[in-house]
């Protein structure tokens, strides 16, 4: 079993940077593929961003890729989701969830946090 905790989320203006944190604990974090999914107000829940347990291979929705970079820290069990040139349309609760699997399919996911809000002002 595997909780995760999101935080870094907050106000931020358009064009700025937030850097947000994953932490999980539990046993077996390291093997799991983690990603990024946000919510806007409104919309369905959307993939931002993965990586795979051994921290390479990421991939990018096509809104964020170019601006965000997702990595982890193996030894503090956290993976990070830097946004940076941030735009109205990041306003959105982001989750990060572990699984099997990996990539943009919310069904391969089998842990999730229970997010951390982002606001960009414009």
């Known amino acids: 079993q595997v909780q995760l905790v999101e935080s870094g989320g907050g106000l931020v203006q358009a064009a700025g940077s937030l850097r947000l944190s994953c932490v999980a604990s539990?046993?077996?974090?390291?093997?799991?593929?983690v990603g990024w999914f946000r919510q806007a107000p409104g919309k369905e829940r959307e993939f931002v961003a993965s990586?795979?347990?051994?921290?390479?291979?990421?991939e990018y929705a096509d809104s964020t890729e170019g601006r965000f970079s997702i990595s982890r820290d193996g030894a503090k069990n956290t993976v990070y989701l830097q946004m940076n040139s941030l735009k109205p349309e990041d306003t959105a609760v982001y989750y990060c969830?572990?699984?099997w699997g990996g990539g943009s399919a919310e069904a391969l996911y089998d842990y999730w946090g229970r997010g951390t809000r982002v606001t960009v002002s414009s």
């Open positions: 969830a572990a699984g």
């Open positions: 990586i795979t347990p051994g921290g390479i291979n990421p």
């Open positions: 539990g046993r077996g974090f390291g093997i799991y593929h």
